[in-house]
């Protein structure tokens, strides 16, 4: 006797599922579009709802800095997933520069720390129930400039930092159930992966490329592959760690 098709929802939530925050453009849409190229079903929280719209992914506006909007965000993808098995923090505000210390505002300090760290926070917080039931694993996304630094990066830097941080806390405190990650990318063109009306192409100089050991500037899907192999199963017995995708360049001595 033939056997009768699952259910349509039985069979969507036996599916691996991933959400990616700051997932509508850059480092964040290029690993949404591999994980789903690798059979996850994805979603995506973002601020901008213009670029989540032509994400063309399951998409949630929101602010992860605020946890009422977490919490939502958190039970709308469970629902509409079904289940929840990997978690990436991407979300952060892209510019590193926010000018000398002595003029940096609190309110600027605060917002970058709220939108890049407590948004991982956050996220994790409500999201770790369900991680835990799926054995899933978490993503973080940091800075190499969590290493080293350019003048008047401190809120950016601070950031970045408390990311490499608290991946090797979530770590301890969520495993066996969940491992905990975190890549710190340095250069990375994501100018081709912005939504429609800032995209562009951007022609770099052979020295931009050359400078880097590897020959080249990073790309996104440089970032995304790494991110898809510790979510992965091949990745079993890796947490905790910070892993640098920078073409070399941290480990580069430059002199003057």
Known sequence: M???AAPKAV???ARRAALVTGGAQGIGLATARLLAGRGYEVAI???DAEAGRESGFFFVRCDVSKEPSVRACAGAVRKRLGRLDALVNNAGIADPV???VEKLSLADWNRRIAVGLTGAFLMTKHCAAHLRSSRGAIVN?????ALQSEPDTEAY??????????THALAISLGPQVRVNCVSPGWIDVSAWKKSKNRKSIRHSKADHLQHPAGRIGRPQDVAELVAFLLGEEAGFITGQNFVVDGGMTRKMIYV
């Not at 830097?157 to 608290?166: F, I, N, Q, W």
């Open 98 to 100: 926010s000018g000398p």
């Open 11 to 13: 069979m969507r939530a």
């Open 157 to 166: 830097a601070a950031t970045k930092g408390g990311l490499v941080a608290l």
């Open 2 to 4: 033939a056997q009768k």
């Open 45 to 47: 929280a973002d601020l």
């Open 141 to 145: 996304v940091a800075s190499t400039r």
